[in-house]
């Protein structure tokens, strides 16, 4: 039977694990002689058990080392492509106890973390970019970024992981015990850079598990799964990550780890933190995550967004016990928190600074932040992802809302559909007292379909190649969306929102677009105005990931002087579209290809002007940095928290964990 309805282009549930270069093949139209610089693309590509995705599992595809792809447009008519996978100390230990099939040591993975019972989570790297240049650096560096790890610093020449910035001890791990030599982390993705005063800002924060689930139920569940499932499987192995969740749950800081730090960096000393606390001088309580945070001249924004990775994913999808049909997923919230921080309460002298909360109607994931803020008024830029859920996946047990079809097998790990349009908005904050409000907001919907269904990626000239600096105020940025479609509308989103607090569409008649499908667009939203000024609708079963902006050679720079450059991923393959900035709504002016070209689905993007070797000194090295928690883990193992292992067996467990550092961790870096 023939479909009469869109369906997802295949080619986005695979990826190859390949490093090898390439250069790409100009299938259609020009290259234009003016595109100049290096686009960064990173990607998750599974891990070293999956060997590429889809994950044969059907875990969600988020869930994955990080390939860094980097598109050089250095030599006149010619785009080459290099891609390495960022390799972190976590990343040959995970790679190290798989070879080996060790049950007590081995990685798995659990929703969006991977995780190992007794060595911790690993830091996937693979998220987005964040380019840097401070006052005493001859050349611009690159740092990658993970949810749930510390930020590295790359290679640009070589694509090499070269050093996490900040000391494991400069972080603080979402809980303490067992003592894992690789914390589980909580960070941001898209720390901010602000190149005017030569300052980086990152975030360190923790959930309490009360914050996050209700736990009796949790154990009631597993304690009687335990029994069912073991039966014929690794009883030694689950019996020990039974204890080993116990612990976590009954004996960990998890219970009252509340806490947010604000760090900041001058690319060369250790990190500088500051608790964030209420006006009250509670501590901030973060309920999802800080995907995302921003900078202006006077203030760092931090945003709660609707994304939640962490602990949760480890307890609510332990491996091969069917928790997740007995507990309820995790619901985003739908209102948006930001934290706001002024800047030169930030003093060395202090622990804590006052973060002022300001609410804002609808969920979000990603925003921006004009770097001008006069008379402390703060201007954001946000997609609201509405009734939305992107931390979530399509699983197995997962039904079609239309007559209970299954969801296709071959769509398991990717994100299911919104339940709304979405939401563009503008809003302006006047931090002039004690209790900062919005003053303005401006916001665009349904008058722009089909542009707003599923937005959330963006681009715009973030930085003057004549000067490096940040522009004052954003003008135009570029967004796109993913579009609306039938095969990812599922039974649980539509329960889990068909009472939407914000719903614009009516159930009913969003359900019949779904059937019909909406495009995937690329669009110029003007911020002054909130209109979108230009759009490009894809063809039929296309989609569109990491848009980057590059500022056209020799022309005068300005936020439309550009070529916006994405992933579009067809019915048949992964394709590279090139777009005149001014001009979206003609055809793109060419088309790149390659039979080797597969990537996982990318979300973020970077630009650099010019690559060069590393030139900076700041590095952390890998012994000094493990090797106290690694002792940790072996003294834990000696005081018998492990009560089913034998002396003998853990004598060996020791020496195993010993020589996995000793032997295939250090040597490495």
């Known amino acids: 039977m023939v479909s009469n309805f869109p369906k997802v282009p295949r080619a986005i549930m695979n990826a190859y694990r390949d490093e090898s270069s390439i250069e790409m093949q100009i299938f259609e139209g020009n290259l234009?002689?003016?595109?100049?610089?290096?686009?960064?693309?990173?990607?998750?590509?599974?891990?070293?058990?999956?060997?590429?995705?889809?994950?044969?599992?059907?875990n969600t595809f988020m869930n994955g080392d990080g390939m860094i792809y980097r598109l050089d447009f250095d030599q006149k008519g010619k785009v080459?492509?290099?891609?390495?996978?960022?390799?972190?100390?976590?990343?040959?230990?995970?790679k190290v106890t798989h070879d080996n099939n060790n049950k007590l040591l081995k990685f798995r993975n659990y929703g969006l973390v991977r995780f190992s019972d007794l060595l911790g989570f690993r830091n996937e790297l693979n998220t987005a970019f964040l380019p840097i240049k401070f006052?005493?650096?001859?050349?611009?560096?690159?740092?990658?970024?993970?949810?749930?790890?510390?930020?590295?610093?790359?290679?640009?020449?070589t694509l090499e992981a070269v050093t996490p910035i900040g000391e494991m001890k400069e972080w603080e791990a979402l809980l303490d015990q067992p003592p894992y030599p690789f914390k589980p982390i909580l960070s941001t993705a898209h720390p901010a850079f602000d190149p005017h005063?030569?300052?980086?800002?990152?975030?360190?924060?923790?959930?309490?598990?009360?914050?996050?689930?209700g736990i009796d139920r949790i154990l009631d569940v597993f304690n009687k799964k335990f029994d069912e499932t073991s039966r014929g499987t690794d009883q030694e192995r689950y019996k020990i990550a039974l204890a080993l969740l116990k612990k976590i749950i009954f004996e960990s800081n998890l219970w009252t780890n509340n806490f947010a730090n604000l760090m900041r960096w001058d690319g060369v000393?250790?990190?500088?933190?500051?608790?964030?606390?209420?006006?009250?001088?509670?501590?901030?309580?973060?309920?999802?995550?800080?995907?995302?945070?921003?900078?202006?001249?006077?203030?760092?924004?931090?945003?709660?967004?609707?994304?939640?990775?962490?602990?949760?994913?480890?307890?609510?999808?332990?491996?091969?016990?069917?928790?997740?049909?007995?507990?309820?997923?995790?619901?985003?919230?739908?209102?948006?928190?930001?934290?706001?921080?002024?800047?030169?309460?930030?003093?060395?002298?202090?622990?804590?600074?006052?973060?002022?909360?300001?609410?804002?109607?609808?969920?979000?994931?990603?925003?921006?932040?004009?770097?001008?803020?006069?008379?402390?008024?703060?201007?954001?830029?946000?997609?609201?992802?509405?009734?939305?859920?992107?931390?979530?996946?399509?699983?197995?047990?997962?039904?079609?809302?239309?007559?209970?079809?299954?969801?296709?097998?071959?769509?398991?790990?990717?994100?299911?559909?919104?339940m709304d349009i979405g939401f563009m908005g503008r809003y302006v904050i006047d931090v002039n007292s004690e209790k900062p409000k919005i003053i303005e907001s401006q916001?665009?919907?349904?008058?722009?379909?089909?542009?707003?269904?599923?937005?959330?990626?963006?681009?715009?000239?973030?930085?003057?190649?004549?000067?490096?600096?940040?522009?004052?105020?954003?003008?135009?940025?570029?967004?796109?969306?993913?579009?609306?479609?039938?095969?990812?509308?599922?039974?649980?989103?539509y329960e889990q929102y068909n009472k939407y607090k914000y719903r614009e569409v009516p159930l009913a008649e969003f359900l019949e677009l779904a059937k019909q499908g909406k495009p995937a667009c690329l669009y110029r939203l003007h911020t002054s105005s909130?209109?979108?000024?230009?759009?490009?609708?894809?063809p039929e079963g296309y989609m569109v990931f990491s848009p980057q902006f590059v500022p056209k050679r020799g022309r005068e720079e300005s936020s439309t002087n550009g070529y916006i450059v994405c992933i579009v991923f067809t019915p048949e393959r992964?394709?590279?579209?090139?777009?005149?900035?001014?001009?979206?709504?003609?055809?793109?002016?060419?088309?790149?290809?390659?039979?080797?070209?597969?990537?996982?689905?990318?979300?973020?993007?970077?630009?650099?002007?010019?690559?060069?070797?590393?030139?900076?000194?700041?590095?952390?090295?890998?012994?000094?940095?493990?090797?106290?928690?690694?002792?940790?883990?072996?003294?834990?193992?000696?005081?018998?928290?492990?009560?089913?292992?034998?002396?003998?067996?853990?004598?060996?467990?020791?020496?195993?964990?010993?020589?996995?550092?000793?032997?295939?961790?250090?040597?490495?870096?």
């Open 32 to 58: 234009p002689d003016n595109l100049q610089g290096h686009i960064f693309i990173v990607a998750p590509v599974g891990t070293v058990s999956s060997k590429g995705l889809p994950d044969k599992n059907g």
């Open 269 to 418: 000393n250790s990190l500088q933190k500051w608790q964030l606390i209420n006006l009250n001088g509670s501590p901030v309580k973060i309920r999802q995550s800080i995907h995302q945070i921003g900078v202006t001249q006077d203030y760092v924004v931090l945003m709660d967004t609707a994304f939640a990775t962490g602990i949760e994913q480890v307890i609510s999808n332990f491996p091969e016990i069917p928790l997740i049909k007995e507990l309820a997923r995790f619901i985003p919230s739908p209102d948006t928190m930001l934290y706001i921080v002024e800047r030169n309460k930030l003093q060395e002298n202090e622990e804590k600074v006052v973060a002022h909360k300001v609410k804002i109607p609808r969920e979000a994931a990603h925003f921006l932040v004009d770097y001008e803020n006069p008379n402390n008024k703060i201007t954001l830029h946000i997609a609201h992802i509405c009734a939305w859920d992107i931390a979530e996946w399509l699983r197995d047990e997962d039904q079609s809302v239309y007559n209970n079809e299954t969801v296709p097998h071959e769509l398991f790990g990717m994100h299911p559909g919104q």
């Open 80 to 94: 080459s492509l290099k891609r390495k996978i960022a390799k972190s100390p976590d990343y040959w230990a995970d």
């Open 443 to 493: 916001n665009i919907l349904k008058k722009h379909d089909p542009c707003t269904w599923g937005p959330g990626l963006y681009t715009y000239l973030d930085r003057l190649p004549s000067s490096g600096m940040t522009p004052s105020n954003l003008d135009n940025i570029y967004w796109v969306s993913l579009g609306l479609w039938k095969e990812l509308t599922t039974q649980f989103m």
């Open 574 to 669: 992964d394709e590279i579209w090139i777009f005149d900035a001014e001009n979206l709504n003609q055809n793109p002016l060419c088309k790149l290809y390659h039979p080797q070209l597969n990537l996982g689905l990318s979300l973020h993007t970077a630009w650099l002007q010019n690559i060069s070797p590393r030139q900076a000194n700041y590095n952390i090295p890998v012994k000094q940095d493990y090797q106290e928690a690694v002792e940790k883990l072996l003294n834990f193992i000696e005081d018998d928290h492990l009560i089913f292992l034998s002396p003998p067996e853990k004598g060996q467990l020791k020496q195993e964990i010993k020589d996995l550092f000793e032997k295939d961790v250090y040597p490495r870096f």
């Open 530 to 538: 909130m209109t979108i000024e230009d759009y490009y609708e894809f």
């Open 197 to 213: 005063k030569s300052e980086m800002f990152t975030v360190n924060y923790s959930r309490s598990l009360p914050n996050i689930l």
């Open 135 to 157: 006052s005493g650096d001859t050349h611009e560096r690159l740092l990658v970024t993970y949810d749930a790890g510390r930020p590295y610093e790359i290679d640009t020449e």
